[in-house]
């Protein structure tokens, strides 16, 4: 009688641990299903959506509108101790400008300028090794090209600040960064550098 009682027990067990296994199975293989379908489909849309981007950059005529300032360059500008240097050249798939500079006794940067066809607007971001950020919205004419953003002052005012990138020659192009603190009204000149390309 206990053994039979023993049996009906096991029996019991062995059918509840079936039918936790046989859940368990049917949880993991739904969510197998639906990984496998996701993948799928972002896989099978990837390749669409990168093709497409990469060509309007490189075919469209706003986003080869700073082309100019790509290049080698030697940077002069009014009380620097010595030459600084800078290089611009085109990242991911050409639909980004990126220009590195070093501007001499450990100071350097980059800036990152891109057209978007979303807003129709064109963008850029300042960064140095000194912890100074700066984002900017702008156009871009020919030859030029006209940034606006805003900072915050070491007291904490606002302040606006203004780059300009200018083509003067093939081989010449004049960078200029201008601050204000009366919303642009009137501005002050902060930098203004001369850059020549450097002869290969």
């Known amino acids: 009688m206990h ?3 023993f049996v009906r027990m096991a029996l019991a067990a062995l059918a509840c ?3 936790s296994v046989l859940i368990v199975a049917l949880r993991w293989s739904r969510g197998v299903l639906f990984l496998l379908a996701v993948g799928c489909s972002c896989a099978a849309a990837r390749p669409t959506f990168g093709a497409t981007d990469s060509e309007a950059c490189s075919e469209n005529k706003e986003n080869r509108r700073m082309d100019f300032w790509l290049g080698d360059w030697t940077v002069t500008y009014p009380g620097m101790p010595a030459s600084a240097k800078s290089k611009v050249y085109l990242e991911l798939d050409r639909c ?5 500079w070093d501007g001499g006794q450990g100071h350097k940067g980059e800036n990152r300028f891109a057209y978007s066809s979303d807003d ?3 963008h850029g971001m300042f960064a140095d090794n000194q912890g100074r950020v700066h984002v900017f919205r702008g156009k871009v004419g020919q030859g030029v090209a006209e940034f606006v953003g805003p900072s915050v002052g070491p007291n904490g005012e606002a302040v606006l600040n203004r780059i300009r990138v200018v083509r003067v020659t093939g081989d010449k192009v004049e960078q200029s960064w201008e601050k204000s603190k ?3 009204a009137t501005w002050t000149m902060e ?3 001369e850059y020549s390309r450097k002869k290969s």
């Open 3 to 5: 053994e039979t009682r």
């Open 17 to 19: 641990l079936a039918a």
């Open 191 to 193: 930098f203004r550098g």
């Open 120 to 122: 129709k607007s064109w």
């Open 96 to 100: 980004v400008i990126v220009e590195t």
């Open 182 to 184: 009366d919303s642009g």
